[in-house]
Each structure stands twice: as C-alpha cells, then as structure tokens.
C-alpha cells in the first residue's frame, strides 16, 4: 500500500478550548490511484494533507508511507520524505520568485539529485509553458503559475502527490484545463494522488472521493 | 705571532650580534690582504718592518699606531696552593683603520681584550672593545699601563706589572716580575712569517715570575707561577694560502725556554720558525724547517676537530717531546674565536708552557 | 541537494543586486573606518616599538636628572668595569621637519642597535671620522639630503625619522661635544664592580629608557582613534543588521516553499551562514582596502600630529601589516554575527508552515518599542554610574558608548511619540494619512535615523569640543606668549654677550631656560622665570595662592601646569619634591597641548639647582616698530640665523596650525560617519519603496497623483531627519561635556571650559536634511514613475 492513514488526530490551540481538526481519521490509497478529500472550510482537509506531508505532526495516529511510519522520522528523514516520496502542489503555488520557470520546475527534482532534463522538457512542453521558460513567476498568469508548480511537483517522478486546493485561485476554465493536464500527468507518472477540494465538480473526476466534516471522514 | 689574530679573522663568520665588529677587523683584513703578495710594500700609509732595526726600550713597549696590528699578550702557566695547574691568558690588541691618532672619537685606533683562565676542567673566557682617544683603552710606555676598561697591565716598568681581568664568572690579579732582558725573536726582532717575505716586529719576555690570586666560581685560588709575555706589531698578515697557526711557548725544568710555531699553508710545505731562549735570555733563531710539529690526537671542540697532543721537535737541539694540553676544550669563544690553553710536555725534555691554535674550522 | 538550495538563495541576490550592494557596501564601509583607524595605530605604534628598540629601549638605562651625562663619566664608568654604552640623542632640524639623532658606539652598543651599522660598506673609518655618515631609512634619508649634514646610508628596516650615526659625529652636529644623554647597561656585567654611587653619584637607573614615555603620552591619543574607529564601526553594523534583517524577511516565503519542498531545516540555516560568511569575507576584503585607502589618506596628518605634538618618531607612510588585514577580516566576520545572529536564530526555529508574509520587519511593534525603551534606561543607568564611580580613560569611553547607544535606542519612542501628537492635531484627511503612514513607516526607518542620530550627535560632540578646544588655546596663546620676540643664542658667552647687547635696545629680557628632569616619577619640564611684571600680568593661572610671584621670585615656591597638578592632585600650599630639594606648590596654570608635566621656578633658583643649564633662550619684551630693527642687529652683530629669532606671531600661527592638524583627522571621521549614516538613510528608504506599494496604492487609487505621493515621501524623509537632528542637538552636547570635562582630563591633563557655537549646528542641520533628501530622492523618483499596472497589481493579487 502506497499511503495507510490510521487514527490520525490533531488539536490546535484555540478559545475557549481545544479545537479538534482531526479526529480518528484512517485512509489508504495504493499506487496509481486518485483520491479527493472534500468538506467545507476547517473540515480538516489541508491540516490532513500537512500531516501526510511531514509538515506537521499529529497528536495520535500513524501514518504510513510505503513501509516508513512518519512518526519515526526526524526532520531530516521528514524533509527527505518530502523531496523523494511526497510532492505537495499548494493553493498559492510558492513558487520560488528569484527562479524562472525552467528553473522552478527542475528545482525540486535537483533538490532530490534526481533531475531528468528530458523529463522536464516533456514536462515543460506538455504543461504549455515552453515559450515562458526564462519568464520570472511574477510574469506568469494563475494559471500558468500553477502549471508551474505542478510541473515542479513532478519533475522528481514522486510516487505520492498531494494538492491542496491547487485551483482554488483559479477561473473555472482554467482551473479544468490545469486539473486535466495533472490527471493526465500524474496517471503518466503512476503515482497516487490526494487532492484537497471542495468543489464536487472536480472530486467527481479522481477515482475515490472521501469526504471529511468536523474532521472525521464522513 | 703575527699571524694568529689575522687567521683568526679570516675564520671568523658574520654573526649577527657582532655584526658592527666584523666589520671593522674585515676592512682590516680585506686591506692588508689585497696588498700581503708585494712584501714590504706599505699600503694606506701603513709603516711596514724592515730588517735591521733594532728596538728601543721602553718606548717601544708603547703602541706603534702606524702599524696595522699589534699586541700586548701575556700566557702564565700557574700552580694553585690547591695543587692543581691553572693558565692565564691577557691579550690587548690594538687595530689602526688609519697609521694616525686623533683626537677624541675620531682616533681611528680600535682596541680589543681577551681573556682566558683555564683550569683542568674548565676554561672561562672574556671579551672587551674600546675606542682609542676617549681614554677608555691604551697603552703607555713608561711608567707602563696597558688597560681597556678595568682591566689592566700597570708598571712601574714592563719588567714589574699587575695584572688584572675579569669576565661575568671568573676573574684574576697577579703581579709579574723578573730582571731578566726582553728577548728578541726572529733575526734581531725581525720575524719572518712566509716565504714570501712577510714579517712583524717581535720580542717576548719568557722569564715572568708570577704570584697572586684567581677567582673561580668557587672562591679565590692563590697561585704562583711564569708567565710569557709577547710583543708584537705589523702591518702585515699572513700570505693568501696560509690558513692557520700552531703556536707553542714551552718551559723546560732546566729554565730554558722554546717558541716555536708552525704556518699551515694550502699551496706548499708549512713555514716554520723556533727560538731557543737559554736561562740568560740569549736567543738562537732556526729557519725554516728546523722546528717540526705534528699532531699525534685530536679533540672535537666548539664542532671542530683540534689537535690537543703533539710531538713536538728540534733535532738540531735534540728536542723529541709530547705536548699535551691541560683541558683539551681551552677554547676561545670570542668574536674571532681561536683555542688558547695550557700544556705540558714530556719526553727528551719535560717543562710547561702554552699552546695556541688558528684556522681550525 | 544543498546545490539546487543554495542557486535558489542565490537567486535571491541576482534578482536583486541592489540589496547585496547594500550589504557588502554597508559591511565593507564599516570594516573599512575599523580597519583603517586600526592600520593607522598599528602604524603608529610600530613605529613607537621599532623607534624604541633602535635605541636600546627595553634596556636598562643610567640617566642624569636635569641634563646630561659627562663622558669623564661614562669613562671612569668603563674603567671600574660597568658595562654600559653611551647614546648621544638630540633632534636635527631639516627643511623637511626635524628628525631624531641617535649617536652610538658600535663597538660597546648593545647587538640590536650595532647591527644598524652592518650597512657601512667597507671603510668604518668614514663612519667614525668626520664628516661621518647618517643611516636611516629610505623616507628619513630623504629629509636629510642637506649640504649641512653628514652623507646618508639607506637601511632596510630603520625606525621612521630617526638617523643614527656615531657618537662622535652625534655630539659634534648636535653640540654635544663631550657630553652623553643616556648609558645603556649591558645584561652582563662582569663579576665585580663598584656600587653607581661610588662611581657616578649623580647618576640613577631606569629600568628602561627610551621610548616607554612616548607609548605612555600617545595612549590617549590612539584610545581616541580607536573610540571614532568603533563609533563607525557601530554605525556601519546599523546598515548591515537592516539589510540583512531585510533579506531574510523578504526571503521568508522563499524559505519556507524550501523547507516544505524537502530542504532540511538545519541544511537551510548552515547554507545562510556559509552565505552570510561569503559576504563577510568578500566585504571585509573591501573594506581593509577601503581602510588601507583612508589611512593612508589619514597617516599623514596623523603622523605629523605625533611628532609635531609629542615628538614621536612615526612616517607618514603606510606599511603592509598582516595584524589589522587579519582583524579587518575578524570584525567583518564578527560584525555579520552580531548583525544576524537574530535573524539566523529566527530561521533555525522557523515552522514548515510559518506565515509566508514579510511582516515583522516592517510592523510597528508596541512591544519591541517597549524593550527598546527598557534597553535605553538601562544603558542611560550605566553611563551614569559610570560617571559616578568610575574613573579613567576606558570608562570615560564606556560612559560614551552607553550614552549614545541609549540616546539611540530611545529615538524610535521619541519620534513616535511625536508623530503620534502630529497626527492628532493634523486637520486634513491627507495630514491625518500622512502622519499615521509616517508612523507605520518608523520601525522600517528607525535603524538608518538611530545611525544618523549617532553621526549627527557625534558630529557635535566632537565640533563643539573641538571648537571649545580652539577657542580656548587661541585665548590661551594670547596670553601665554606675551613677549615680542623669542631669540636662541648659540653659546651661554654668546647669549651674554646678546643680553649687554639688548638692554638698551628692550623693555625687558626675559630668561627662557628649563632643563628635562624626572618630577614624581615621571618625565618633565622645569623652567626658569624671571620676576617680571610680564608674567605677573598675563600667566595663566587656575589658581595661586597669594603673592605666589613673590615666592617664586623668592625661589620658595613654584608653579606646576595642570596635567601636573591633576596628576598628583596638588593645590596651592601643596609641597612637591622636585630634583634639588621640596617647594611649595604656588599655584596651578593652563599648560594646553603639552604632553609633559611642567613645573616654573624662579630663574635664580633654577641656575642654583642645575648650574650647567643652557642659558640660551630669551623673550624679549620690545615695540613692535622696533621688532625689525632689533632682527636685522642680531644677524649683523651676532651672525644669529633666522631660525634662532621667532616673533609671537610665528610662534602662535605654528601652534595653531599644529592644533589644526592634530584635529584634521577627526573631522575627516566625523565627515565619514556622517556619510556612513547618509548611506544608511538611502538603502533603508530604497528597500522600503518596493514594500510600500501597497501602502502607497490605495492613497493612489482614492486620488493623490504619484507626484504628489513622491513628494510626500520626500517630505516625510526630510521631516524625521530634522526631527532625527533636533534630538542630535542636546545627545551631542553631553557628548562634548563629557568630552572636555571627562575624556580630556583623562586623556590630557586638562579641563576645558565649554562654548557652543549654534551656527555649527545650522550648517550640519542643513547637511544632514540635504543627505536625507538626497537619499530620498531616488526612491521618490522611482515611484513617481512606477507604471500605473504596478499600482494595480496589489489589488489584482495578493502580493
């Protein structure tokens, strides 16, 4: 199994008390599946992608990536995690703005010194962004800054993909084509995918949805 | 004598802390050695000896400034009221960067003391300079005083002084006298030093009689015994290839006296001189060839291999004797250092006396 | 990994050169007035060290008190045994300023100071023999190229301006015949000799001689130095913490897109600080030869102050010295640490999922004011006690360094405070705008105005103690040099002769002699005055008590200068122990500019205590139309050279040029720092124009014009750089109190009163106002030109 989330749990501060945002989540999703996390806004979906991604730590449960328990790793073997086996697309892209877009796309892959120039000029070709390669992310549209970062999160080929509302700042029309293009790439790649979204429109189209509320899965 | 301050300059090695006196005693060295080949040639004005003069006492116990060199040394071999052997060394050089005096500090005459105590284990050693014309070293004739610094050789005449040294370690205070006539060496105070001709003027008084006291480390040692005295002056060093000097002053029982020395020379056979002093102070010269030394052992001292046992001769006076010295490391660690201790010697003849080696390198 | 990491932080810097400009430029100019201040006492001090080597300083040394030493004397010295070796030392005076004779003799010298003879080529003779031969260095044998003195030979590694030559040339070119300054006494002596007193009763043993003196009388000087050299310094790491402060802020998305992209988060801060140790090497490398540059622009003066005011032997060359190249390095080094250390503590700590905003840097904090605030008392609390119970040089500097660091962590409130009373009488919406963004903008600025404060109350400190300082000496002088005419005869017969001469020629001939003797320990100056009503009448006395002329006259008492009396801290009535006997102390007077401690006796009493005083030196009291007259006789009948006649008007032109000079370099620092400062003022405003868009974009879109906008920021850089040098104003008044009635006492010996001198401050007001314009300029231009799309942008996105 690809990722096996058991009993997962987390609190954060909050007034008056605690607030539970996770509360007994388990999942798995095997290789070359896809899956869509829906819920209303604080239903815990991104706080669960960050939890699946190393990026922050859960008060109870496990995840399991591949044969690795998360929970046993420093932020070293987190971090290599994260370049190796876990890609994340965000909502506001993060790309790097000192970087061009060549530069952006291969950088997670040189990060992980896994980079295929080859692959990233398929990549750069296929995400349309041939012709912005020297363009700085500043010059780029949403949309195109978002094909950015999908195609940085699959420049190093990671078995596990995690997007966290990646259209939320984009227009409907666009917002499609650039899931088109992930799907079709990520099913390229063979690897599993988690999508954090609420719009049901798109959740339709990955092949599990799981739908969270009040941080259980409903 | 001549020879032995000269061939120690010429051994002498640029040492940074004595770097200002090398180079007066260099320019020294380097003037009078471009001129050593033309004999008695006189260089820069220098006075050069010629045959046939015959010495005038007491003024020429005084200094000669328009020689180059000249000195005033004294070697004393000594017995403790410990019993043991002592020697004593006083040497007052005089150099002339010109045949003048002036006035003050601009008198060009340079002045340089060595002293030298030796006891069977031990040799202390100490060195002044002074500049003429100020009063703080000189000579005068009569009533005679030889002094740089505190150390002094005073008269009434030369035939009774006091003698004093002292270094950080050791000092001495004796008195010198004898009735006996300064004797000539060489032909008439005419010492040849080469075949080439070079020469100083050179008369001794070997007849000493000395009593006074030594201080050592460890306390005041009363002593008696000779000394030898040897005046000397010239402008003229050794020739080119003559790289060293065996000196030897010997004291037999009998009284009589014998300075021979020995001028080792790279380019052919050594040059040799002797005089037998009898009892009276008549002096026989040898030429060339008479006298013989050669080393019998060797001592390694200050990194240097010097012969300390000899087998001294003078078949015309049937002298065969071993010469050995007292303490075999009596060297003379002073700007130009040289080694400088006393000897005994047994064989056809036995009797005490004092040894010096140059050019040792 | 770190690879790909590191060309993306370095993206960074490529995408904004201006910002690492900032950096290097801010590290580099602060290295560089570090360094320099340093390479320049380094100088000196090596000079001092080699000076004092040369003459066999660190030896033990037999002097005389009060003059000099008979050769009988050194000879009879030799002939009891005493290994000692006389020195003849006195100054040549060339064309070129004078320099340091030092006769030796190379046969008895010590080997340090014999070898300087090794450079003779061949004939000693002609070192011994006149004319002789000098030897020094290069730059020193230059100034004594002179038909009048002895042929030169050039040695490698000689002191600065100083000469050697033999003792018997020495004593002849400097008169000396006869005659010896001091016995140097060698490490060994032989085993017996007789007591000094047995030998030479007027001799005593120092255990060393020479140049210790002058490390002692410099010190205040290079603390000085070293204190401006620190102030930029401190001005300097303002702009570095704000630039880097700023590059890790605007980097905080950048680091976080890093970490949650797989870079470990140790990974991440070694790689900032292999980066920020990048920029230190390549900026302290800048920045010492930035500083070799300044000092060896400054030494020169510097140079010239030190021999001018003390005599020390220092050139105005600059060697190469591996000692302040290295410490150049290491405070840039250390600067970055101290300037980042926060920053790179931020980042080690920073969650994955940290807000990615820039925020901190550029919001105002109500707390960090406070702290500020709590930090400024603290230090404001140490100066004070510093003041109350410290005492000496370095606390007097501590005491300043408290000060103003707390004046400057106080201005942030201050100024906020003001903008907060501003904003609320403002009666406009645009005023109303105006002051809030102002003070928005305050933490962001509050660094490059603490740097100018710093500048501009330095600025003041330092003019207005210098201004005092001048005011004062030049009072000083007045009364001080009351006679006409100053004359040096050649020879105590000559000077006889000249008096019978003068008599019916003057008013009055007033003996100036003095002789250099040790008072209480320490080196000075005892001069002989005649009772005369010129003295009377116009000495500067602190204070005296009464009929103190008569005593003196009497030679029952004396008159000590101020660095004296403070040194000992004698009053009037006070005895003191002087060479000869103990007097009453009489009275105390202003003695500026004098290194030395000084004490005047009535002129009977002085010739009593040391008969072979040179009697030489006269003031002559004459009508000034009769001045010329009395010249033209004196070179007729008496062959005196010009040199030998000064009239008051030379004397106080030259004393105040000296002053002049020896203030040249601090306000060539003060001039520096301020540019420091104006450069702080500039980057600060021009990385903040890029965040100010979105402050800026709103006013735009209700209707200001990017023109009007332009101008309001250029007003508003103005308005804090006045308000900035309003509160420099009284922040350097304190300063320059405690410099005259602190640092100088200390430093000195003397206690200057304080003037203020406003218009000084106007011209700086208007210099500091034209800097900030300035530095505002660009940055206005910059927006009035920024295309309107910009503007919109910050409504369109986010960022």
Same mark, same amino acid.
């Given at each position: ?14 007034d ?9 989540i ?57 370049? =190796? ?16 877009? &060549? ?5 997670q ?17 296929r ?38 509302e ?15 293009? #992930?799907l ?25 949805? !799981?739908?969270l ?6 | ?45 220098f ?32 017995t ?28 060009? /005459?340079?002045?340089?003391?060595h002293?030298g ?25 009569a ?9 002094? #050789? ?58 006074g ?51 080792r ?10 005089t ?7 002096? +026989? ?36 004797v071993t ?26 003849h ?6 010096? #080696? +140059?050019?040792?390198? | 990994?770190?690879?790909a ?11 904004h050169?201006f ?63 005493? %290994? ?9 005076? +060339? ?16 080997? =340090? ?10 004939e ?26 002895p ?24 008169? #000396?015949e ?19 007193s ?33 102030l ?9 913490h ?32 292999a ?69 790179l ?59 103003l ?34 003070? %928005? ?33 030049t009072?000083?002088?007045d ?11 050649e ?21 100036i ?43 029952e ?66 009508p ?23 009239? *008051? *008007? ?6 105040? /040029? ?21 450069? &702080? ?15 800026l ?10 023109a ?20 420099a ?39 500091? !106002? ?30």
């Amino acid at each position: 199994m690809l990722l096996t989330v058991t009993d997962l749990s987390k609190s954060f501060p909050g007034d008056p008390g605690p607030v539970r945002v996770l509360d007994g989540i388990s999942l798995r999703l095997a290789a070359g599946e896809t899956l869509a996390l829906t819920g209303e806004s604080g239903s815990g979906k991104s706080t669960l992608l960050h939890v699946i991604a190393g990026m922050e730590a859960p008060d109870a449960g496990e995840v399991t990536l591949g044969d690795t328990a998360i929970s046993t790793l420093d932020d070293k073997g987190r971090a290599r995690l994260r370049r =190796e086996t876990v890609s994340v697309i965000f909502q506001q892209f993060n790309l790097i703005p000192s970087l061009d877009v &060549a530069a952006n796309i291969a950088f997670q892959a040189r990060l992980a010194d896994r980079h295929d120039a080859d692959w990233c000029a398929t990549l750069t070709d296929r995400l349309g962004l041939a012709e912005h390669a020297a363009k700085y992310p500043e010059q780029l549209s949403g949309g195109q800054q978002q094909r950015v970062a999908i195609g940085r999160a699959l420049a190093g080929k990671p078995p596990l993909v995690l997007a966290d509302e990646p259209t939320g700042n984009l227009d409907e029309a666009t917002g499609d084509a650039v899931i088109d293009l #992930m799907l079709e790439l990520v099913s390229e790649t063979g690897a599993g995918l988690l999508m954090v979204t609420h719009s049901d429109r798109l959740a339709a189209r990955l092949t599990r949805r !799981l739908h969270l509320s009040r941080g259980r899965v409903a | 004598m001549n020879a032995r301050a000269l061939t120690s300059l010429r051994s002498s090695r640029l040492s940074a802390t004595l770097g200002a006196l090398f180079l007066l005693l260099f320019t020294t060295l380097t003037h009078a050695q471009g001129f050593a080949g033309l004999g008695s040639t006189a260089d820069d004005g220098f006075s050069v000896p010629q045959r046939g003069t015959p010495f005038t006492f007491p003024e020429d116990h005084g200094p000669h400034p328009d020689y180059r060199i000249e000195w005033w040394y004294v070697t004393a071999t000594l017995t403790g009221a410990d019993g043991r052997d002592y020697g004593i060394q006083w040497t007052l050089f005089r150099s002339a960067l010109r045949p003048e005096t002036g006035p003050g500090w601009e008198d060009p /005459q340079i002045w340089m003391g060595h002293a030298g105590l030796t006891t069977p284990d031990a040799h202390f050693v100490a060195e002044r300079f002074a500049r003429g014309g100020v009063g703080q070293a000189g000579v005068t004739a009569a009533p005679f005083d030889a002094y740089i610094d505190e150390w002094h #050789m005073r008269g009434p005449s030369l035939s009774e002084v006091n003698l004093t040294a002292q270094g950080t370690d050791f000092s001495y205070d004796l008195n010198l006298a004898t009735d006996k006539p300064f004797v000539p060496q060489g032909d008439m105070g005419y010492s040849v030093k080469s075949g080439g001709g070079q020469a100083s003027y050179y008369y001794s008084q070997p007849f000493y009689e000395v009593s006074g006291t030594l201080t050592l480390p460890d306390g005041p040692v009363a002593v008696t015994g000779n000394a030898w005295l040897d005046r000397e002056w010239s402008s003229q060093p050794l020739s080119d290839t003559q790289t060293g000097w065996d000196w030897f002053s010997l004291v037999f029982d009998t009284g009589e006296r014998l300075m021979g020395f020995r001028l080792r020379d790279t380019a052919g056979p050594d040059y040799t001189a002797a005089t037998w002093i009898t009892e009276d102070g008549d002096p +026989t010269p040898f030429p060339d060839g008479a006298f013989a030394a050669d080393p019998l052992g060797e001592t390694e001292v200050a990194g240097r291999d010097v012969p300390t046992r000899w087998r001294v001769r003078l078949p015309d006076r049937d002298l065969d004797v071993t010469v050995e010295a007292l303490y075999p490391n009596a060297w003379m660690e002073t700007s130009f250092p040289y080694w400088e201790g006393p000897v005994s010697f047994t064989g056809t003849h036995s009797g005490r006396g004092y040894l010096e #080696m +140059t050019g040792y390198e | 990994m770190r690879r790909a990491a590191l060309s993306a932080l370095w993206s960074h810097w490529r995408r904004h050169p201006f910002q690492l400009l900032t950096l290097i430029l801010g590290l580099a100019l602060a290295t560089a007035l570090w360094s320099g201040v340093q390479a320049i006492n380094a100088e000196a001090r090596a000079s001092y060290d080699a000076a004092s080597e040369a003459v066999g300083g660190t030896r033990p040394v037999l002097i005389r008190d009060g003059g000099e030493i008979d050769q009988a004397t050194y000879i009879a010295l030799r002939r009891a045994g005493w %290994q000692v070796s006389p020195i003849v030392e006195g100054w040549l005076f +060339t064309e070129a300023g004078r320099v340091r004779l030092v006769g030796i003799d190379p046969l008895t010298a010590p080997a =340090e100071i014999a070898v300087a003879t090794t450079v003779l080529d061949g004939e000693i003779s002609d070192f011994f023999t006149p004319p002789g031969q000098l030897i020094a260095s290069a730059a020193t044998a230059e100034r004594l190229r002179d038909p009048g003195l002895p042929p030169v030979l050039v040695a490698e590694g000689m002191a600065p301006s100083l000469a050697f030559t033999d003792i018997g040339i020495a004593q002849r070119l400097l008169g #000396m015949e006869g005659r010896i300054t001091r016995l140097i006494v060698r490490e060994t002596q032989p085993l017996t000799i007789p007591p000094l007193s047995a030998i030479a009763p007027d001799l005593t043993r120092r255990d060393s001689g020479g140049q210790a003196d002058l490390a002692r009388l410099t010190d205040s000087f290079h603390l000085n130095l070293t204190a401006f050299g620190l102030l930029s310094f401190a001005v300097g790491l303002f702009i570095v913490h704000g630039a880097i402060a700023l590059a890790f802020e605007q980097r905080r998305p950048v680091f976080r897109t890093l970490r949650a992209l797989g870079l470990p988060a140790r990974d991440l801060t070694l790689l900032l600080v292999a980066e920020l140790l990048a920029f230190a090497v390549v900026a302290g490398a800048l920045g010492v030869a930035l500083g070799y540059l300044i000092a060896a622009a400054l030494l020169p003066d510097v140079a010239a102050t030190l021999r001018g005011l003390y005599g020390a032997p220092v050139e105005g060359a600059l060697a190469f010295r591996p000692v302040w190249w290295a410490a150049g390095f290491a405070i840039a080094v250390a600067g970055t640490a101290a300037a980042s250390a926060g920053a790179l503590w931020k980042i080690a700590r920073l969650p994955v999922l940290a807000p990615a905003r820039p925020r901190a840097w550029a919001m105002a904090s109500q707390a960090t004011l406070w702290l500020q605030l709590a930090a400024a008392g603290a230090l404001a609390a140490l100066s004070l006690a510093t003041i109350l119970f410290g005492s000496g040089l370095v606390a007097g500097f501590v005491m300043l360094g408290a000060l103003l660091l707390a004046a400057a962590l106080l201005l942030p409130a201050i100024l906020s405070a003001v903008l907060a009373v501003a904003a609320r009488g403002a009666k406009s919406v645009l005023a109303q705008w105006f002051w809030a963004d102002t003070r %928005q903008q305050l933490p962001g600025l509050s660094l490059a105005l603490m740097a100018l404060l710093l500048a501009l109350a330095a600025n003041i400190g330092v003019g207005t103690m210098v201004s005092s300082f001048r005011l004062t000496f030049t009072g000083w002088l007045d009364q001080r040099l009351a006679s006409e005419l100053y004359v040096t005869a050649e020879t105590n017969e000559q000077a006889d002769e000249m008096v019978a001469f003068l008599e019916p020629l003057t008013d009055a001939i007033l003996p100036i002699w003095n002789v250099e003797a040790q008072v209480l320990g320490a080196p000075a100056e005892i001069f002989g005055v005649a009772d005369h009503a010129t003295y009377r009448d116009h000495w500067p006395l602190l204070s005296a008590s009464a009929g103190v002329w008569d005593a003196v006259a009497a030679g029952e008492a004396v008159l000590v200068n101020e660095q004296l009396a403070r040194r000992e801290r004698l009053t009037p009535g006070d005895t003191i122990a002087l060479p000869g006997g103990t007097l009453t102390v009489g009275g105390v007077y202003s003695d500026y500019g004098n290194p030395l401690a000084q004490v005047l006796i009535g002129v009977d009493a002085l010739v009593a205590r040391f008969p072979d005083v040179e009697r030489t030196g006269y003031g002559l009291r004459l009508p000034p139309d009769r001045l010329d007259a009395v010249r033209t006789a004196l070179t007729r009948d008496f062959g005196l050279p010009p040199d030998n006649m000064i009239d *008051q *008007q030379a004397i106080k032109a030259f004393s105040l /040029q000296v002053f002049d000079r020896t203030f040249t370099v601090t306000g060539a620092l003060n001039v520096l720092t301020l540019a420091v400062a104006g450069f &702080a003022i500039l980057t600060s405003l021009l990385t903040l124009a890029a965040m100010r868009l979105p402050q800026l974009a709103p006013a735009w879109a209700l209707g200001l014009t990017r023109a009007q906008l332009a101008r309001l920021e250029l007003g508003r850089a103005l308005m804090l750089a006045a308000l900035t040098m309003v509160l420099a104003v009284p922040v350097g008044l304190v300063l320059a109190w405690v410099l005259l009635a602190v640092i100088n006492v200390e430093a000195f010996g003397w206690r200057l009163p304080m003037h203020l001198f406003p218009r000084d401050w106007a011209v700086l007001g208007v210099l500091a !106002l034209v800097a900030a314009g300035l530095a505002s300029l660009w940055p206005a231009v910059k927006l009035s030109r920024v295309p309107p799309s910009q503007l919109l942008k910050v409504f369109s996105n986010e960022r």
